[in-house]
């Protein structure tokens, strides 16, 4: 069974700039998740989709953060305009649903300058 | 709010040693607590899931214990191996929606 795909793996972009990250997540999981992790934190709930509705976005700086999900499958979060703090690594996890266990991708790692 | 917590931030030991890796979190009305692994650079691997109503649940060498009233787990690694290095976290699902609440992890090194 394929896992959590994410693209890229890496991101280097200087402050102000706008970047995009894709998520695949693992065929016939109906929930998905998007996390931040700051060096040395757990990740941070971003975002939850059900299918291609949004469950909880309350922890989403909406004023620069966006995130979708067409068709109930693959997920962009996007970050438009980047600020330092912004720098991060994004982790992606799908589920069969909310009760099931979360499986992650491997994550983008985001460099502001 | 809930807070997790864990402690220590990073452990040493040689290789073959008995570890608790220690978890606390504020708030005992949660649905599951599971602990992870990441390696450098990875994502997220799950090891264990412990439902609310459970005691304890048991991989391998892996055993991770809750104890709610308390608000505190441990996840026991028998006989540590190198492989074992990683960084462990723990996370609290406080209403089965799902959103986890994540500790900020335990860096463990096993030296040979």
């Known amino acids: 069974e394929a896992g959590v795909a994410q693209s890229p793996r890496y991101k280097i972009i200087e402050k102000r700039q706008s970047v995009a990250f894709w998520c695949n997540p693992i065929s016939g999981h109906a929930t998905l998740y998007w996390y931040q992790q700051i060096l040395g934190q757990g990740p941070k709930l971003l975002i939850q989709f059900q299918n291609n509705g949004v469950v909880d976005d309350s922890q989403l700086p909406k004023d620069r953060f966006s995130a979708e999900r067409l068709k109930g499958v693959d997920s962009t979060l996007k970050i438009q305009p980047a600020k330092l703090e912004d720098s991060a690594v994004y982790l992606c996890a799908s589920s069969l649903g909310a009760i099931n266990g979360q499986y992650f991708g491997p994550g983008t790692r985001l460099t502001v300058t | ?112």
């Open chain 2, 1 to 112: 709010k809930q807070e997790v917590t864990q402690i220590p931030a990073a452990l040493s030991v040689p290789e073959g040693e008995n570890l608790v890796l220690n978890c606390s979190f504020t708030d005992s009305a949660i649905y599951n607590l599971q602990w992870f692994r990441q390696d450098p650079g990875k994502g997220l691997t799950s090891l264990l899931l412990i439902q609310s109503s459970q005691r304890e649940q048991t991989s391998g060498r892996l055993n991770a214990s809750l104890d709610k009233s308390s608000g505190r787990s441990t996840l026991y690694i028998a006989a540590s191996q190198p492989g074992d290095s990683a960084t462990y976290l723990c996370a609290v699902d406080e209403n089965q929606g799902g959103k986890l609440i994540f500790g900020q992890g335990t860096e463990l090194s096993v030296k040979p």
